[in-house]
C-alpha cells in the first residue's frame, strides 16, 4: 500500500488564516492490493493551525478499480485523486472551478 503526503493552507481574501478541520473520506474503506492482502484506509481528520494541514493519504491509483477521497474543507467539499507520492499541494488536486 502506498501512501503520499498532501499539504496546504487556507487562507481569507484578507490575508487572516482560516480556523477549522480537514476531512478525508475515503470511498472505499477496505482496499485488497493485488495480492490479495486487505488494508484499512487512512481516513485521516485534521486541524489547520496558522491554515497549514500536512496529512498522509492512501494513494487512490494503486488498486483495479477505482476510488476517491471527499475532502472535506472550510470553503467546501471536493472529490480528490491522489495518483502520485508527493508531496502535493491539495489546491493541485481540487477542480479548477474550486481554485
Known amino acids: 500500500m502506498k501512501d503520499a503526503?498532501?499539504?496546504g493552507r487556507f487562507v481569507h481574501a484578507?490575508?487572516?488564516?482560516?480556523?477549522g478541520?480537514?476531512?478525508?473520506?475515503?470511498?472505499?474503506?477496505?482496499?485488497?492490493?493485488?495480492?490479495g492482502v486487505i488494508?484499512?484506509?487512512l481516513a485521516p481528520q485534521v486541524e489547520l493551525v496558522d491554515?497549514?494541514?500536512?496529512?498522509a493519504l492512501t494513494r487512490t491509483d494503486t488498486y483495479d478499480f477505482p476510488w476517491h477521497y471527499t475532502a472535506i474543507t472550510p470553503i467546501g467539499?471536493?472529490?480528490i485523486w491522489v495518483?502520485?507520492?508527493?508531496p502535493l499541494n491539495l489546491k493541485d488536486l481540487?477542480?479548477?472551478?474550486?481554485?
Do not use: N
Not at 484578507?14 to 480556523?19: C, F, L, M, Q
Not at 478541520?21 to 495480492?35: C, G, R, V, Y
Not at 481540487?94 to 481554485?99: G, R, V
Open 77 to 79: 467539499r471536493f472529490s
Open 14 to 19: 484578507d490575508g487572516v488564516p482560516v480556523v
Open 51 to 55: 491554515g497549514r494541514f500536512s496529512v
Open 5 to 7: 503526503i498532501i499539504g
Open 94 to 99: 481540487l477542480p479548477k472551478t474550486a481554485t
Open 39 to 41: 488494508y484499512a484506509c
Open 21 to 35: 478541520q480537514i476531512h478525508f473520506m475515503p470511498s472505499k474503506l477496505w482496499l485488497e492490493d493485488k495480492t
Open 83 to 86: 495518483e502520485s507520492d508527493g
